[in-house]
């Protein structure tokens, strides 16, 4: 029968390393996705996942006090993460390396039924969201990802970033005002078709 | 309600966390001003566009390998033992098995990577300094001289992430600062 969380996390305090195996099966993906969307580029994700997993090892006795793995998991992705984007600001921006990855598939719900032309064209706008996200703060960056992508609630965001909320709710306000800013004519030509 | 009192709301707004009442508020206020209608479509249109923002699937073989590469990192860290990761092998199966040849390969092939970095010469990657991890499909590639690795692997060797298992490698580690890198986009 399967493990709940709780019980893994249980477990591999007290020492158990299969269990620990069992949660890196499953939140590995939930990790690289999340990393994916931050950083935008498979081998900064990729780096996120693995280190966070290592990270989290060395810190298990620390999940002694944790109410919800998942939201350790996802703050000490976060935190490296910001940690990547800080180091990379000024070197390079988010990188579009899908064509490097032999093999890979862009899942986009919205081009599932879409024309050739209706692809390139949300392909475009994509690309041109990723740019603008570029140009958050990673803070701001992070914040909206994790609500606006991920679909995380502000009290679970605050969680994360260790934050009150009214911070949660600021970033998140100036980051829309922002990508709003950056995109505003997109947007309305948008609203137009 | 002013613009900038229906502003201050419209992120609430959108997210359907205002009270009833005050929502009530904003809607109507929105109905009745063009300027504020239009901030409002524009930050619904961004919030749609944001939750269609695609990703990646690396693929099966890519978190298989991850798995393993964490599992190698913490066997460093005096992490799961191959005691342990024996004992999930029966719920995982094949991969379980490979993973458990391979981990027993790691622990021999760590040891001979680091005898290998005590000689003076670099590998012609670059890669120096800290445990080399090398890749089991790379392994296959392997031959005396020269190692075919895709240009992903290349990246992920240079940063030190790469796992190469045993096949034909054990022999030729001892050798590792004569091997020849060469990259190819296709090889996977």
């Known amino acids: ?193 | 309600m002013i613009c900038q009192r229906a502003l201050s709301l419209l992120d609430d707004f959108l997210d359907n966390e205002l009270p009833p009442a005050d929502a009530a508020q904003v809607k109507a206020h929105l109905d009745g001003c063009p300027a504020c209608r239009q901030a409002y479509d524009e930050s619904r249109r961004l919030k749609e566009l944001l939750k269609q923002k695609g990703t990646h699937d690396p693929g099966r073989d890519y978190w298989l390998e991850t798995s393993q590469l964490i599992l190698a990192k913490t066997v460093q860290l005096g992490g799961p033992s191959l005691a342990a990761v024996e004992a999930v092998s029966d719920h995982r199966g094949a991969f379980v098995q490979a993973l458990v040849s391979l981990a027993a390969s790691l622990v021999i092939l760590v040891s001979a990577v680091i005898v290998g970095m005590n000689q003076s010469h670099a590998p012609d990657a670059g890669v120096s300094g800290g445990p080399l991890l090398l890749s089991s499909s790379v392994g296959r590639q392997l031959n005396a001289t020269k190692v075919i690795i895709t240009e992903i692997e290349r990246q992920r060797l240079a940063k030190g992430m790469l796992l190469m298992g045993p096949p034909g490698l054990l022999g030729h580690v001892g050798g590792l600062t004569q091997l020849r890198i060469v990259t190819t986009p296709e090889l996977q």
């Open chain 1, 1 to 193: 029968m399967n493990k709940t969380i709780p019980e893994l996390v249980e477990r591999f305090v007290k020492g158990d390393n299969a269990a620990f195996t069992e949660l890196v099966g499953r939140f590995q993906k939930k990790i690289y996705t999340l990393a994916y969307h931050l950083l935008g580029n498979h081998l900064d994700a990729d780096e996120v996942v693995q280190e966070t997993f290592v990270r989290v090892y060395n810190k298990r006795e620390d999940l002694k006090d944790v109410s919800y793995f998942s939201t350790f998991l996802v703050r000490v992705a976060t935190n490296y993460a910001i940690d990547l984007l800080r180091k990379q600001k000024g070197h390079r921006g988010i990188a579009q390396d899908t064509a490097s990855l032999p093999g890979e598939i862009q899942l986009d719900l919205s081009q599932r039924v879409a024309t050739p032309s209706q692809t390139f064209e949300q392909k475009r706008l994509m690309d041109e969201i990723n740019r603008a996200l570029e140009f958050l703060p990673p803070k701001q960056r992070l914040t909206a990802i994790l609500h606006d992508v991920e679909g995380y609630s502000k009290p679970e965001i605050a969680e994360i970033f260790n934050c009150p909320q009214a911070t949660v709710r600021s970033n998140l306000h100036i980051a829309r005002m922002k990508l709003r800013k950056i995109l505003r004519q997109r947007l309305r030509l948008k609203e137009q078709k």
